[in-house]
């Protein structure tokens, strides 16, 4: 073939561009989405969009997703807007399934992060909280969180997300509070509250208890030694009267406390005489020769290596029925007689020999497993000293170090290490019982808030108990046959959940702050509570007119009555742990608004509410109702950098919903969403978004061309789905497969696969394929011929359907498409979001039809790949001007293309399917082998309006037959 067409190809004369079928449309390439989108939210603020929605639902099936609070403190962050764009996508879908899917939007407005802020601002006036009246700072508390919840009612709503945002929930409600201690006062009604004097983790920072949902682990570096404890004389083994037993730590701060020490039973120990230290340090090593110590036999070397001693002879071995009933002397027990008891030793099953002595020191007042052994063993519960005070100081049940301080509260220094492990370890020192000491970089809880380790604390508090797992009836049990119960998305979910209820402590609900729901119970002298139904009536009422101020403020003898003397009763002062809070708002939301259900059908939050939300409103639910209060559960990852890091100021690497919505516009942050694998943690960077611009781009160009092929379209042009050409019936085929894919992912809130079936559906099947074929029908056609009103049918059908898939996702542009198609819409306050999504008829989906042209399709990729390769060796200018040979040596696909027009697919002037191998110089694809492409110049002249080469081209008008026909009809 030649290298470029003879210049007769070339038609000259009449330009005939006014006789095609040119698209038009009011639908800009350009979507301008960060000043569009606020003028669609005005729009359907002004039509009433949400109520037209409510009225237009009473009657249909109830779906309810229910909230879970955000903080009303501070701006959103992605993982807020992340989470959710992912509700609003459940909703919108679920509502254009034909349910009645509210949506009810909540905030949380307790607790110590506004609490916080508050106490902030009162210092910034030189005013300490101490100095503040309760009622005051709770006011001002009130007044915070009113104020941000107005902010970010505002930037859920700028995302695009549809709800009751003039009627939301706020856990600050006078009905919300006094339902809230309505329920707490039922766990007290059922038995199920107690106060006990347990080690719980402590933030002396914050002066207050934490649940282990308000924990978080970071790296800290500690303190470890290896202490001596000396026998009492008398309880030494035999022959091994000088021997001491050696514990490790990483908390020397807790030595005052110790009060035992455990023993595995199970593990070996022998007796180990140091022979000589090390003499090549710049110190003494703590370690002296001729001593003998008693550890476990698998951790011996460790404790060699530590205490820097050259030579030992294991000299005998220890039973376990040795160390039996035997007690040891406190390490401090010459420290001003403060420490005079004896240290008994305990077996525990919780002694290992993964790491330490073999033997663990054992502080009953800092630690959950040395409270329980303690007890296991029958010890008394008075004995159990409170050595750290709230300040995270000692108190005078620490003899010696009274003042110190655990972790520095105050200053520059806040949070940091205290005097505390100096001194004890001066002591030690002092009285020869320290054998070594190291650091150690290791994992430690901190709080969530303050980022300030925290500690574990012996302080009076009150439990709901959870009972045992197997006992039928308890709280334990109770709420592991609702996780059976419940669906998860991921699966995996249940395990994580399951796992953590089961071994979880008693739920610890009593807070020391200002600003929250209150423990509203009276207790007696022996700190049990008053279980009073009317007296527990009196209670809810008063918090219901007033707020939780009437607990504080009213007198008792107005709760007591004339039943019980007020001098017999103390008003308890704690407040709820604001998960309590939390966990209990489908009590006020979905069971006191008609417009939503009891049970939720979903709650879907991010994965670490498996510890914080979900477990708080199943513990509740099944406490109180003995179910939990919803049927499904849905998780999703925490959104990350996009080098996977954590998003912190520190780093610099935060990325603010604000401003990805001033840049980019809200749609493109809902496509990030709706494409990511929620599953997982997700990513988010400028690449990223990126690629759901990109993707918008292409969405919207599919868009805009079916609405500038639809221009005039009227339904009197319809063609009836057995009259329509193949092409159009294999288009329809895919809608309704694509349309069973995309239902398919929304019911299964697998957002991704209903997006990534919906875009490859736009941009592949749609604008390479569909579109690319048709434009010369659309054009050029004669306005009424049978293709081309059949290509505008189903472009009308394929439009309906695309808008209304992307209405859950995209809603502000499916909004923008659906008003430019149906512009009288507007002035009757229709929008696609009030619309159902459609069932294609059942006689589209023909398989026959659809395996015949997915060969076809095959085929066509070589072809113009073929043609791709001749214009790039400038063979061709454009695939008009060639007239492909296509040979196949494969009968399934010859037999698929045998009578299909491949000129009119190909977008070529001519082509000629035969069968056979074809030359070696043609063109091949690996990926669909039997076929081979010969590119050959078309033969003729170039029509002047449709631009194909062909023979029958009139010299006279430079047209082809059918374009002088469509001029001259």
Same mark, same amino acid.
């Given at each position: 073939? %030649?290298?470029?067409?003879?210049?007769?190809?070339?038609?000259?004369? *009449?330009?005939?561009?006014d006789?095609?079928?040119?698209?038009?449309?009011?639908?800009?390439?350009?979507?301008?989405?960060?000043?569009?989108?606020?003028?669609?939210?005005? *729009?359907w603020?002004?039509?009433?969009?949400?109520?037209?929605?409510?009225?237009?639902s %009473?009657?249909?099936?109830?779906f309810?997703?229910?909230?879970?609070?955000?903080? &009303?403190?501070?701006?959103?962050?992605?993982?807020?807007?992340f989470?959710?764009?992912?509700?609003d996508?459940?909703?919108?879908?679920?509502?254009m399934?034909?349910?009645?899917?509210?949506?009810?939007?909540?905030?949380?407005?307790?607790?110590?992060?506004?609490?916080?802020?508050?106490?902030?601002?009162?210092?910034?006036?030189?005013?300490?909280?101490?100095?503040?009246?309760?009622?005051?700072?709770?006011?001002?508390?009130?007044?915070?969180?009113?104020?941000?919840? =107005?902010?970010?009612?505002? @930037?859920?709503?700028?995302?695009?997300?549809?709800?009751?945002?003039?009627?939301?929930?706020?856990?600050?409600?006078?009905?919300?509070?006094?339902t809230?201690?309505?329920?707490?006062?039922?766990?007290v @009604?059922?038995?199920?509250? #107690?106060?006990?004097?347990k080690?719980?983790?402590?933030s002396?920072?914050?002066?207050?208890?934490?649940?282990?949902?308000?924990?978080?682990y970071?790296?800290?570096q500690?303190?470890m030694i290896?202490?001596?404890?000396?026998?009492?004389?008398?309880?030494?083994?035999?022959?091994?009267?000088?021997?001491s037993?050696?514990?490790?730590?990483?908390?020397?701060?807790?030595?005052?406390?110790n009060?035992?020490?455990?023993?595995?039973?199970?593990l070996?120990y022998?007796?180990?005489r140091?022979?000589t230290v090390? =003499?090549?340090?710049?110190?003494?090593? !703590?370690?002296?020769?001729?001593?003998?110590?008693?550890?476990?036999?698998?951790?011996?070397?460790?404790?060699?290596?530590?205490?820097?001693?050259?030579?030992?002879t294991?000299?005998?071995? /220890?039973?376990?029925?040795?160390?039996?009933?035997k007690?040891?002397k406190?390490?401090?027990?010459t420290?001003?007689?403060?420490?005079?008891?004896?240290?008994?030793?305990?077996?525990?099953?919780?002694?290992?020999? @993964? &790491?330490?002595?073999?033997?663990?020191?054992?502080?009953?007042?800092?630690?959950?497993?040395?409270?329980?052994?303690?007890?296991?063993?029958?010890?008394?519960?008075e004995?159990?000293?409170?050595t750290?005070?709230?300040?995270?100081? #000692?108190?005078?049940?620490?003899?010696?170090?009274?003042?110190?301080?655990v972790?520095?509260?105050?200053?520059?220094?806040?949070?940091k290490?205290?005097?505390?492990n100096?001194? /004890?370890?001066?002591?030690l020192?002092?009285?020869d019982n320290?054998?070594?000491r $190291?650091?150690?970089n290791?994992?430690?809880?901190?709080?969530?808030?303050s980022?300030?380790?925290?500690?574990?604390?012996?302080?009076?508090?009150?439990f709901?108990?959870?009972g045992?797992?197997?006992?039928?009836?308890?709280?334990?049990?109770?709420?592991?046959?609702a996780i059976d119960?419940?669906?998860?998305y991921p699966?995996?979910?249940?395990?994580?959940?399951?796992?953590?209820?089961?071994?979880?402590?008693?739920?610890?609900?009593?807070?020391?702050?200002?600003?929250g729901?209150?423990?509203?119970?009276f207790?007696?002298k022996?700190?049990?509570p008053?279980?009073?139904?009317?007296v527990?009536?009196?209670?809810?009422?008063?918090?219901?007119?007033?707020g939780?101020?009437?607990?504080?403020?009213?007198?008792?003898e107005?709760?007591?009555g004339?039943?019980?003397?007020a001098?017999?009763?103390?008003?308890?002062?704690?407040?709820?742990?604001?998960w309590?809070?939390?966990?209990s708002?489908?009590?006020?939301?979905?069971?006191q608004?008609?417009?939503?259900?009891?049970?939720?059908?979903?709650?879907?939050?991010?994965?670490?509410?498996h510890?914080? !939300?979900?477990?708080?409103?199943?513990?509740e639910g099944?406490?109180?109702? $003995?179910r939990a209060?919803f049927?499904?559960?849905?998780t999703?990852?925490?959104?990350?950098?996009?080098?996977?890091?954590?998003?912190?100021?520190?780093?610099?690497?935060?990325?603010?919903?604000?401003?990805?919505?001033?840049? #980019?516009g &809200?749609d493109?942050?809902?496509?990030?969403?709706?494409?990511?694998?929620?599953?997982?943690?997700i990513?988010?960077?400028?690449?990223?978004?990126?690629?759901a611009?990109?993707?918008?781009?292409?969405?919207?160009n599919?868009?805009? #061309?079916?609405?500038?092929?639809?221009?005039?379209?009227?339904?009197?042009?319809a063609? +009836?789905?057995?009259?329509?050409?193949?092409?159009?019936?294999?288009?329809?085929?895919?809608?309704?497969?694509?349309?069973?894919?995309?239902?398919? $992912?929304?019911e299964?809130?697998?957002?991704?696969s209903?997006?990534?079936?919906?875009?490859?559906?736009?941009?592949?099947?749609?604008?390479?394929?569909?579109?690319?074929i048709?434009?010369?029908?659309?054009?050029c056609?004669? %306005?009424?011929?049978?293709?081309?009103?059949?290509?505008?049918?189903?472009?009308?059908?394929?439009?309906?359907?695309?808008?209304?898939?992307?209405?859950?996702?995209?809603?502000?542009?499916?909004?923008?498409?659906?008003?430019?198609?149906?512009?009288?819409?507007? +002035?009757?306050?229709?929008?696609? *979001?009030?619309?159902?999504?459609?069932?294609?008829p059942?006689?589209?989906?023909?398989?026959?039809?659809g395996?015949?042209?997915?060969?076809v399709?095959?085929?066509?990729?070589? /072809?113009?790949?073929?043609?791709?390769?001749a214009?790039?060796?400038?063979?061709?200018?454009?695939s008009?001007?060639?007239?492909? /040979?296509?040979?196949?040596?494969?009968?399934?696909?010859?037999?698929?293309?045998?009578?299909?027009?491949?000129?009119?697919l190909?977008?070529?002037?001519g082509?000629?399917v035969?069968?056979?191998?074809g030359?070696?110089?043609?063109?091949?694809?690996?990926?669909?082998?039997?076929?081979?492409? &010969?590119?050959?110049?078309?033969?003729?002249?170039?029509?002047?309006?449709c631009?194909?080469?062909l023979?029958?081209?009139?010299?006279t008008?430079?047209?082809?037959?059918?374009?002088?026909?469509?001029?001259?009809?």
């Amino acid at each position: 073939m %030649k290298s470029s067409m003879p210049d007769n190809k070339a038609s000259k004369g *009449h330009d005939y561009r006014d006789t095609l079928f040119l698209p038009k449309t009011d639908f800009p390439m350009r979507a301008g989405l960060p000043k569009q989108e606020p003028q669609w939210l005005e *729009h359907w603020n002004d039509i009433g969009l949400y109520s037209l929605l409510r009225e237009e639902s %009473k009657g249909r099936p109830a779906f309810t997703l229910h909230d879970g609070p955000p903080y &009303a403190n501070g701006h959103l962050h992605m993982g807020t807007a992340f989470n959710k764009i992912l509700k609003d996508i459940i909703i919108r879908s679920r509502q254009m399934m034909g349910f009645d899917a509210n949506y009810v939007p909540g905030w949380d407005c307790h607790g110590l992060p506004i609490e916080w802020k508050v106490e902030e601002a009162f210092a910034a006036k030189g005013r300490k909280k101490a100095q503040v009246p309760a009622a005051e700072f709770r006011t001002a508390c009130r007044a915070y969180a009113k104020e941000w919840i =107005d902010v970010q009612r505002e @930037e859920f709503k700028r995302l695009g997300i549809e709800g009751d945002w003039e009627n939301p929930y706020r856990t600050m409600d006078y009905n919300s509070q006094a339902t809230v201690v309505g329920e707490f006062l039922k766990f007290v @009604e059922k038995g199920l509250v #107690y106060s006990g004097s347990k080690p719980v983790m402590w933030s002396p920072v914050e002066q207050t208890a934490l649940a282990e949902a308000e924990i978080e682990y970071h790296d800290h570096q500690s303190t470890m030694i290896w202490v001596r404890f000396p026998f009492i004389e008398g309880h030494a083994p035999e022959g091994l009267e000088r021997a001491s037993v050696v514990i490790w730590t990483t908390t020397p701060w807790t030595i005052p406390g110790n009060r035992a020490v455990c023993y595995g039973p199970s593990l070996s120990y022998g007796a180990y005489r140091v022979d000589t230290v090390r =003499d090549d340090m710049e110190f003494a090593p !703590w370690s002296r020769p001729g001593e003998i110590l008693i550890l476990g036999d698998e951790l011996a070397d460790d404790v060699k290596k530590a205490g820097l001693v050259a030579e030992w002879t294991r000299i005998a071995d /220890v039973p376990t029925d040795m160390l039996k009933g035997k007690k040891l002397k406190h390490p401090l027990r010459t420290h001003e007689n403060g420490y005079m008891f004896d240290v008994p030793l305990l077996a525990g099953d919780h002694v290992t020999d @993964e &790491a330490g002595t073999g033997f663990v020191h054992t502080a009953p007042s800092h630690g959950q497993e040395d409270y329980f052994v303690w007890l296991e063993h029958g010890l008394p519960l008075e004995d159990i000293p409170h050595t750290v005070g709230p300040d995270g100081a #000692y108190t005078d049940e620490a003899p010696g170090f009274v003042g110190e301080k655990v972790i520095i509260t105050e200053g520059k220094k806040k949070g940091k290490d205290g005097n505390a492990n100096r001194v /004890v370890i001066a002591q030690l020192v002092a009285h020869d019982n320290l054998f070594a000491r $190291g650091l150690l970089n290791h994992s430690y809880p901190h709080s969530w808030r303050s980022k300030a380790p925290v500690i574990f604390r012996n302080t009076p508090q009150w439990f709901i108990r959870m009972g045992a797992k197997d006992e039928d009836g308890t709280l334990r049990h109770t709420a592991l046959k609702a996780i059976d119960d419940t669906t998860f998305y991921p699966p995996q979910g249940r395990k994580r959940l399951q796992s953590m209820v089961e071994s979880r402590p008693d739920w610890l609900v009593s807070r020391q702050r200002a600003w929250g729901n209150p423990i509203a119970i009276f207790i007696d002298k022996d700190r049990q509570p008053l279980v009073d139904s009317e007296v527990n009536g009196r209670i809810v009422a008063a918090i219901r007119e007033r707020g939780v101020d009437a607990w504080f403020d009213t007198p008792a003898e107005e709760f007591l009555g004339d039943k019980y003397d007020a001098a017999d009763y103390e008003k308890v002062t704690d407040i709820l742990d604001v998960w309590f809070d939390s966990g209990s708002t489908h009590s006020f939301v979905l069971e006191q608004r008609e417009d939503l259900k009891w049970p939720a059908d979903v709650y879907l939050e991010g994965s670490d509410q498996h510890r914080g !939300w979900f477990q708080a409103s199943l513990l509740e639910g099944c406490g109180t109702r $003995g179910r939990a209060p919803f049927d499904s559960l849905i998780t999703h990852g925490f959104v990350l950098d996009a080098k996977g890091y954590k998003m912190s100021k520190s780093l610099g690497n935060t990325i603010l919903p604000e401003e990805l919505t001033k840049k #980019y516009g &809200a749609d493109i942050i809902r496509i990030w969403v709706a494409s990511s694998d929620y599953v997982d943690d997700i990513r988010i960077g400028d690449e990223i978004i990126g690629n759901a611009v990109d993707a918008y781009r292409k969405l919207r160009n599919t868009l805009r #061309y079916v609405l500038s092929a639809l221009d005039g379209y009227a339904d009197e042009e319809a063609v +009836d789905y057995d009259d329509m050409p193949e092409l159009e019936r294999y288009i329809l085929h895919r809608l309704q497969q694509v349309n069973g894919a995309v239902q398919r $992912g929304l019911e299964a809130y697998d957002f991704k696969s209903a997006w990534r079936a919906l875009f490859e559906f736009a941009s592949v099947d749609l604008s390479s394929v569909y579109f690319d074929i048709r434009k010369d029908a659309l054009y050029c056609d004669g %306005k009424d011929s049978m293709r081309r009103r059949s290509a505008r049918t189903v472009m009308a059908i394929l439009f309906d359907y695309l808008a209304k898939w992307l209405a859950p996702i995209c809603p502000f542009t499916a909004e923008e498409s659906f008003i430019t198609r149906y512009p009288a819409k507007r +002035d009757e306050k229709g929008s696609v *979001h009030r619309l159902t999504f459609d069932e294609p008829p059942a006689d589209w989906r023909n398989d026959e039809l659809g395996f015949k042209w997915d060969q076809v399709r095959s085929v066509r990729r070589v /072809v113009t790949g073929a043609l791709e390769v001749a214009r790039r060796d400038k063979l061709i200018g454009s695939s008009l001007e060639a007239s492909p /040979v296509v040979h196949i040596d494969n009968q399934m696909l010859y037999n698929a293309v045998k009578g299909v027009d491949m000129a009119e697919l190909a977008i070529t002037s001519g082509a000629r399917v035969e069968a056979g191998e074809g030359p070696p110089t043609a063109f091949h694809l690996h990926e669909v082998p039997g076929v081979a492409v &010969a590119v050959l110049e078309a033969p003729g002249q170039k029509c002047g309006r449709c631009w194909k080469v062909l023979e029958e081209v009139s010299e006279t008008t430079a047209l082809c037959q059918r374009c002088d026909e469509v001029v001259n009809s």
